[in-house]
């Protein structure tokens, strides 16, 4: 991936710092998998696991602390 797409931590409210922490997660993801085809065929063997969910739950909270801490936790 070359294209440059983040260019801050830096959102207005801990809303949109989850929903970028979920956006981190997914290019992560895709960037690390980059085959769409066989991104696709393994979504089955951790869609119904809960390990799996659990794993890429834990990898969305780590993300949304570091937004949270770029963000001063939304503090004035």
Known sequence: MTDTWLTSLITNTPQEGYELAITLSRR?????????????????DYADSADGLTAASQVIAINFQTVAAANNYWRS
Do not use: A, I, S
């Open 28 to 44: 992560g993801v895709k960037y690390t998998q980059p085959d769409m085809e066989t991104l696709k065929k393994l979504r089955p």
